[in-house]
């Protein structure tokens, strides 16, 4: 929060506010009381504290609303019901979504003083410079050059070998661990990939980053110990130490659910909950426009089969475009994962994707990312239909976790291409997975493995 608001005050000097250091450290205080929830509080706090004057307060007037330019929301958009303009809260909502509770009131308050939703033509020239910045980057990268800048320290792409080239030929079907998971499936076609998730989730148990650390100092590890000693005759002539077992870190999963990656997302959540405890300390939050808190639900649909039948669809969510059903196929117990997203309430599939929503009410909620032992996982392509991404939510988010992991269900040729704002997103990401197969999103949990030890 300091970062950014020092980056405001540097925005005021230059329109002509004279704000002094003190005057910095005042507004942060004030920031702190109130909280980024509720913006029109938020907004008074750094007023008071910061604008001195009729013309000053005009000029922070303006410079706020472009510095913090929050996700708009329109009057058609469904905040509750089931129907068009429908209110109240509906059995199974999270508490991200929760009008009763205090923070869903803040929410639906400031989603109220928001200005109507609309695409910004004018971020587009720095949407796509920062694009540009991000390609370039990840070829030095590629290549064995200069990492790119910011927080960004670990790349992680596929790499074909001329064997596999010339093993799968032109025109010939590729192997099901890299079909590409964004094209048309039928329901068939994912139940043949589902059958390859076992053996994944075996590989990465069997991997090298699952298998103990040696150390030089810490407890005793009697297993080493005759291992170690067997060409002595079993005598210890050397005892081997291992790490002492650290807390177990907090994760985030928050993974976008549209229509374009919803199967990627389902099998990810199938990979990574082999390696999880889902439960307070591991947040499964599903979103579209919003966030969703779906812990207790996956947990549900990997390990019990539904007792009742799944709700109907809403309009608009059921087969999607063209009467695709993506996830329909992946049924690690008796529950689809299409079934699993038309269950949960306060999700809506159909919706056109808003990262920068997703990422302010994540900042303003319970679930949010605190303390340095948290990782946040982020699985989305990251295209935000020409709404605002709002890259300051997910940085305050990056600057409370430990590390920040985002898997990408494209191939690096669409990165930053189009409406996708992943080149905002970059500065503020630790490791960036391509994961567009199943063998990307197998690397993924790899590397999410490697953060947990």
């Given at each position: 929060m300091i970062a950014g608001l020092a980056r405001f005050v540097t925005a005021l000097r230059g329109e002509g506010v004279d704000a002094s250091p003190a005057e910095l450290l005042d507004a942060t205080r004030a920031a702190e009381l109130t909280g980024v929830e509720d913006r029109v509080r938020f907004r008074a706090a750094l007023r008071a504290t910061l604008a001195k004057g009729r013309r000053q307060q005009e000029i922070f007037d303006r410079v706020f609303e472009r510095h913090f330019a929050p996700p708009a929301r329109g009057a058609g958009r469904r905040r509750g019901g089931r129907g068009?303009?429908?209110t109240g809260l509906r059995r199974g909502a999270g508490p991200l979504d929760d009008?009763?509770?205090d923070r869903g009131r803040r929410a639906e308050a400031t989603d109220r003083a928001r200005p109507g939703r609309e695409r910004r033509p004018t971020d587009m020239a720095d949407r796509e410079s920062a694009a540009r910045a991000m390609r370039a980057a990840l070829?030095?990268?590629?290549?064995?050059g200069r990492r790119p800048a910011g927080r960004l320290r670990r790349v992680v792409l596929e790499s074909r070998t001329v064997e596999s080239e010339a093993r799968d030929g032109p025109g010939a079907r590729p192997a099901p661990?890299?079909?590409d998971?964004?094209?048309p499936m039928t329901e068939r076609d994912e139940r043949e990939l589902a059958r390859e998730v076992p053996r994944l989730i075996a590989e990465i148990r069997l991997g090298r980053s699952l298998r103990r650390r040696a150390a030089s100092r810490g407890r005793l590890s009697l297993r080493d110990v005759f291992r170690r000693n067997l060409a002595r005759g079993g005598v210890p002539f050397e005892l081997p130490l291992r790490r002492p077992r650290a807390r177990r870190p907090q994760v985030v999963l928050l993974v976008d659910v549209s229509h374009s990656v919803a199967r990627?997302?389902?099998y990810f959540l199938w990979i990574a909950a082999a390696f999880l405890t889902l439960d307070r300390r591991t947040r499964v939050l599903l979103f579209v426009d919003r966030p969703v808190d779906a812990t207790r639900a996956v947990t549900r649909w990997l390990r019990v089969a539904p007792s009742r039948p799944a709700a109907p669809a809403r309009s608009g969510g059921g087969a999607g475009p063209r009467g695709r059903r993506p996830g329909a196929g992946i049924r690690p117990g008796g529950a689809s994962f299409h079934e699993l997203l038309?269950?949960?309430?306060?999700l809506d599939p159909a919706s056109p994707s808003d990262y920068g929503t997703a990422l302010h009410r994540l900042l303003g909620s319970a679930a949010r990312p605190a303390g340095r032992d948290t990782i946040l996982v982020v699985l989305g392509d990251g295209r935000t239909n020409r709404f605002a991404p709002l890259p300051w939510a997910l940085e305050e988010l990056a600057r409370n976790s430990r590390a920040v992991l985002w898997?990408?269900?494209e191939p690096r040729s669409r990165w930053g291409t189009g409406d996708s704002a992943l080149g905002a997103y970059t500065p503020w990401i630790d490791t960036l997975v391509e994961a567009w197969n199943l063998a990307g999103l197998a690397r993924g949990v790899r590397e999410l493995v490697r953060e947990l030890r």
């Open positions: 068009p303009g429908g009008p009763a509770s070829e030095r990268t590629r290549e064995g661990g890299r079909r998971l964004s094209q990627a997302a389902g038309g269950s949960l309430r306060g898997l990408v269900p």
